[in-house]
C-alpha cells in the first residue's frame, strides 16, 4: 500500500511538473496568474492602492517577496531590493516585485508597504498568503524567489529561491537571473579576487592615500601599505559591540607592532572602514585608534563592504603581504589567540589550533560557572559545539566552549570562572578556598613553598601541573595565592 502510495505521488508531481513547464513556455493562463492570482482574485495592490490585473506580470522576471515590517533583516534588504527596482526599472527591465506579508495587522502591513515601490498581494488574502509559503516552502524571511518566463524547470533556472542573496551580492547587475548571467558575474568576481592587490581594494579614481595620526602629514600613501599585512576594521561608534572590540584590538595591534620592530621585512597595519553616522562621530572614533582609516563617507567604503560581503560589524579581514585575503574571521582569530594570531596565514592558524586542542584536553570535562547556576560541560566543534557569543566577555567564539545545552549558556574556556563547589572535588585534601569580594578564589595549603594566582578554569589546570602564571581576574585585577607545601594532585 505504501509503494503504491508513493508511486501515485510521484506520478502526481510529474503530472504536475509537465503541466509548469507547458505553462512556461507560453501555456495559457501563465504561472504567474496562477501563482499570483486567484479564482476570487486576479488582481494586485499597487503602491498608491490601484488594483493592477495579474496577468499583466506575465513575461516579466517576478520576484515574489516574503517579508514583515517586524523584523529588522527585512527592514534592510527591503531598503536595497527598492534600490534595484528602481534601478531596473529606470532602464525598462521587464521586472517585478510582489509583496507577501507576514505583519501583524493591516496597519502595519501599509506602514510596510509604503516604502515599497512595488506590488502586493492584499492583507486580507490569507488563503494565497498560505499557498505561497507552502508552495516555495519559506522558512525563513526575508525570502525573494524570482520566477524566470524563459526559464526551463529541468535545470531549475525557472524559480531561483536565493534572490536575497542574488541582490546583496550582486544588485542590479543580478538581472535577468538566468543561468548564463549568474555565471557570467562568478567568472568577473572570481577574475577580481585573482588580481586583488592592496592597491585596488582601497584607492580610487579620485584617491590614492589614507588617513593617519602623524604630526607632519595627515595622509599616507596607500603604496606604503604594499608587502605588509593589512587589517581592515569594519565598525562603527554606533556599534556596542565594536566599542567593546575596540580597546582589545588596540592592544593587541600594539603588541603585533612591538613583535615586528626588530623585523625588517615584516610590517602589520589596520585600516578603519567606518560606517559612522556623521564626520563628528567618525572623527571621535578615529582619534582612539592608533592605526590608519578610510576617509569618512569615502565610496570605497561601500565597495569593500560589498566585496567581502560584511553583514555584521566589527569584523575584521585581513589581507597578506601579496594582497590577497588571508581571512574574514580576523575579530574571531584576535579574541581566541590574541597577538599570537599574527601572521593570521594557515600555517599559524593550523599551529594555534593544535596547541588549543592540546590545552583543552587538559581542561576540567565540567565547570560550575561563577556566572551560571548549572554545571557547564566542555564541548569542541565535533561534540556539540560551534559558533557562539561568549555569555562571559560577548565576544564570539568557535571551537571548545563551557556550555549549559538546557539554558543555550556558552563562554570561552578563558572566560569560564571556576567557583568553589567544584574546586573541592578536584582538590581534596590539598587546598582550602575561599571567594573573596572581587570574585578571585584564594587557595591556601599548609607547607609554604610557591605562590600562584588563580582564577579561571583554565589556570586551575596549571596549577595541578605545578606551573607558575598569572592569570585575568574578573575584574581586570590579579592577586597573588600562597600554597604552601603544594603538592600536585
Ligand atoms: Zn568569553
Ligand atoms: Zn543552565
Redesign the pocket.
Given at each position: 500500500m505504501r509503494r503504491e502510495g508513493c508511486e501515485r505521488r510521484e506520478l502526481e508531481e510529474k503530472e504536475e511538473e509537465e503541466e509548469w513547464v507547458l505553462i512556461i513556455n507560453g501555456g495559457v493562463g501563465g504561472i504567474v496568474s496562477r501563482l499570483l492570482g486567484t479564482e476570487k482574485r486576479d488582481f494586485l495592490l499597487s503602491p498608491n492602492g490601484d488594483q493592477v490585473k495579474v496577468s499583466e506580470l506575465e513575461g516579466k522576471v517576478v520576484g515574489i517577496y516574503f517579508s514583515a515590517n517586524w523584523y529588522p533583516l527585512c527592514q534592510k534588504f527591503t531598503t536595497v531590493l527598492a534600490n534595484v527596482y528602481e534601478q531596473l526599472k529606470y532602464k525598462g527591465a521587464q521586472f517585478e516585485v510582489v509583496f507577501v506579508s507576514s505583519d501583524e495587522d493591516i496597519d502595519a502591513f501599509n506602514r510596510y508597504r509604503a516604502c515599497m515601490p512595488w506590488l502586493a498581494i492584499p492583507y486580507s488574502d490569507l488563503d494565497s498568503k498560505k499557498a505561497l509559503n507552502k508552495r516555495f516552502d519559506i522558512e525563513d524571511i526575508p525570502c525573494l524567489t524570482i520566477l524566470r518566463p524563459d526559464g526551463n524547470l529541468e535545470d531549475n533556472t525557472t524559480i531561483l529561491h536565493d534572490g536575497v542573496e542574488l541582490i546583496d551580492r550582486h544588485g542590479a547587475r543580478a538581472f535577468p537571473f538566468s543561468k548564463d548571467r549568474l555565471e557570467e558575474l562568478e567568472r568577473v568576481e572570481k577574475a577580481k579576487r585573482e588580481n586583488q592587490t592592496i592597491t585596488n581594494l582601497l584607492a580610487n579614481d579620485n584617491r590614492d592615500f589614507l588617513l593617519c595620526h602623524s604630526s607632519l602629514s595627515k595622509q599616507v600613501s596607500i603604496t606604503s601599505l604594499q608587502g605588509k599585512t593589512i587589517g581592515l576594521y569594519f565598525s562603527a561608534q554606533w556599534c556596542l559591540p565594536g566599542l567593546k572590540f575596540n580597546p582589545k584590538l588596540i592592544s593587541i595591534y600594539n603588541k603585533i607592532k612591538q613583535l615586528l620592530t626588530h623585523k625588517r621585512d615584516e610590517d602589520f597595519e589596520i585600516v578603519y572602514v567606518s560606517s559612522d553616522r556623521d564626520q563628528a562621530a567618525f572623527n571621535a572614533h578615529f582619534d582612539t585608534m592608533p592605526w590608519l582609516a578610510l576617509p569618512f563617507g569615502d565610496p570605497t567604503i561601500k565597495t569593500l563592504t560589498k566585496y567581502f560581503d560584511v553583514r555584521a560589524i566589527p569584523c575584521l579581514v585581513i589581507i597578506g603581504p601579496n594582497g590577497k585575503t588571508l581571512t574574514k574571521h580576523g575579530r574571531n582569530l584576535v579574541n581566541l589567540y590574541f597577538e599570537k594570531a599574527y601572521p593570521f596565514t594557515e600555517a599559524q592558524l593550523r599551529y594555534l589550533e593544535r596547541k588549543m586542542e592540546e590545552e583543552a584536553m587538559k581542561l576540567p570535562k565540567t565547570v560550575h560557572h561563577a556566572g551560571h547556576h548549572h554545571e557547564l560541560t566542555l564541548v569542541s566543534e565535533g561534540t556539540g559545539g560551534g559558533p557562539f557569543i561568549?555569555c562571559?566577555?560577548e565576544?564570539q567564539?568557535s571551537g571548545w566552549a563551557y556550555q549549559c545545552i538546557g539554558c543555550g549558556y556558552e563562554?570561552?574556556p578563558?572566560?569560564a570562572k571556576a567557583v568553589m563547589s567544584h574546586w573541592p572535588r578536584l582538590w581534596e585534601g590539598y587546598f582550602e578556598a575561599k571567594l573573596d569580594k572581587s570574585g578571585v578564589t584564594k587557595h591556601e595549603e599548609r607547607r609554604s613553598t610557591v605562590t600562584f594566582f588563580v582564577s579561571t578554569a583554565t589556570d586551575l589546570v596549571r596549577v595541578s601541573r605545578f606551573e607558575p602564571f598569572v592569570p585575568r581576574t574578573g575584574d581586570g585585577r590579579s592577586e597573588p595565592i600562597h600554597l604552601k607545601g603544594y603538592r600536585p594532585c
Open positions: 561568549c562571559d566577555c565576544e567564539g563562554v570561552h578563558k572566560c
